[in-house]
């Protein structure tokens, strides 16, 4: 079996590691010996121990990673290390590191060290004929300009060259939830390669992990161009979220019910993907890729461009969650001083334990800088990172909060009594969590509930 060395066991690592593992040819046989390598600390470690006792290292609702990660340890071909001395066995090593992003005086600046570093390990080590597949979302013109001069500096150490591996760019899709899985498997795929034969030896390989029957490959002519299409498709969905913003305030203000009219608007099938209301945007991708291409275009290739869609976008986007605080103080009529508030949901998304960038984090900030006394639950998540927070383990009864606010469409909420469960305190659904008949069953027994993007009592 050839070995495949991944490098980053976040979300995304861990779940290519998945799936890399349980490859196999026409004959049935495994094609793959998986190694994961993340740092020697005690998240990495944590990653570590769970992938080498055959679980999968996050909190996840699909049952068929799980099972396919317990599979591939069963089966030998899939372990985790936080040894860096191991890419010189690899044969394919594939790139799943985060490329940070900071600002300086609200002005986007690329942070490359952690990364640079990772591909410098990379380079300090790689045999000829290897290829190297970077997987992570980058600003466009990263491979050109960062990883293969990091690359370049240390083969030419080694007395070897660029000529020596094969590089190529093929960014995920990965989409945490009951699909987590079958987003690698079942899902297009776009690459490049730093020239053709690399191209095609990572074409090969693609080949042997997604479904290309169903879900062709598209090769595009660089990296920068692979590069572009991953930041652009993000850009893209974090403006349609935003878009929503301005009608969800529309709608609550004129009366009526935006859930519905986007619901009809959506039977186009040329406008399907627009966005309902919501508390607003989150996750590592849609919060700061719409920065990426700006932050590019003056740290990579120094030229003056302005992205003002892009720049609004951000901040809209940023500011979303702060409607659902506006319009909370609106509903109970006064200070949000002294108030006791149940967060339900903390995660970016529905039945994900990944709470980077969410948008619960901007809510319950604010809600406490207004002076409220906020408790977070989510079924996903023991402890919020963010927030240095302990969060408990059961979901609180609500009748103990003057507000409940429901942030995260949950499985875990959508089967509440919101009924009983809530009794004495008004509910605020920020993210369209709770059905028709929880709503209606709650308002009869004298809870008030409101949505957000529905005006008052609809």
């Not at 690459?191 to 490959?217: H, K, M, Q, V, Y």
């Not at 002294?338 to 967060?343: D, S, T, W, Y």
């Not at 305190?425 to 709650?442: F, G, H, P, R, W």
Request: a negative charge; proline letters at 4%; aromatic letters at 8%.
């Amino acid at each position: 079996m050839k070995k495949v060395f991944i490098q980053g066991l976040g979300f995304v690592g861990s779940a290519m590691a998945a799936a890399t593992s349980i490859a196999r040819d026409k004959d049935e046989n495994l094609l793959y010996d998986v190694t994961g390598i993340d740092l020697d600390n005690k998240i990495g470690k944590e990653r570590v121990d769970a992938i080498n006792q055959g679980q999968f290292p996050f909190s996840t609702t699909d049952k068929t990673l799980v099972d396919s990660m317990s599979e591939a340890s069963s089966n030998g071909n899939l372990r985790a290390t936080s040894n860096q001395n191991l890419y010189k066995e690899a044969d394919i090593i594939i790139v799943d590191i985060p490329l940070d992003i900071d600002y300086l005086d609200e002005k986007p600046v690329l942070e490359f060290k952690k990364f640079k570093s990772a591909i410098k390990t990379i380079g300090e080590q790689v045999s000829a004929k290897t290829l190297i597949i970077i997987e992570t979302t980058v600003p466009p013109g990263t491979c050109e300009k960062i990883v293969i001069p990091t690359l370049e500096d240390e083969l030419n150490k080694r007395d070897m060259s660029m000529d020596d591996i094969f590089l190529a760019h093929s960014y995920e899709r990965v989409m945490p939830g009951e699909d987590y899985l079958a987003s690698i498997i079942n899902n297009w795929r776009v690459f490049s390669g730093f020239n053709d034969e690399s191209a095609n030896r990572c074409e090969e390989f693609l080949g042997t992990i997604i479904n290309i029957n169903d879900f062709p490959l598209t090769r595009l002519s660089s990296p920068t161009e692979t590069e572009t299409a991953k930041v652009m498709e993000n850009t893209y969905r974090a403006m349609n979220i935003a878009f929503i913003d301005e009608w969800t305030k529309f709608g609550e203000k004129i009366g009526i019910d935006m859930f519905s009219v986007t619901k009809a608007i959506r039977m186009r099938p040329t406008h399907s993907n627009i966005r309902y209301p919501g508390l607003g945007v989150g996750g590592y991708c849609l919060t700061k890729d719409p920065t990426f291409a700006p932050a590019a275009a003056e740290q990579l290739f120094n030229v003056d461009l302005s992205f003002p869609m892009s720049q609004m976008t951000v901040m809209i986007n940023n500011n979303m969650p702060l409607h659902t605080v506006d319009r909370l103080s609106l509903i109970i009529d006064g200070t949000l001083e002294g108030k006791n508030i149940l967060v339900c949901g903390v995660s970016y998304r529905q039945d994900v334990g990944d709470t980077r960038y969410s948008p619960s984090e901007i809510l319950v900030k604010k809600l406490i800088k207004k002076g409220a006394t906020v408790t977070s639950h989510d079924p996903y998540v023991n402890f919020w990172v963010e927030m240095d927070q302990e969060l408990p383990r059961e979901i609180p009864s609500g009748s103990n909060y003057d507000v409940i606010i429901m942030a995260v469409s949950h499985k875990a909420y959508k089967t509440l009594d919101i009924a009983t469960w809530a009794k004495g305190s008004t509910v605020i659904d920020a993210n369209m969590v709770l059905s028709k008949n929880q709503i209606e069953e709650a308002r009869e027994s004298g809870i008030r509930v409101e949505s957000i993007g529905r005006a008052d009592g609809l």
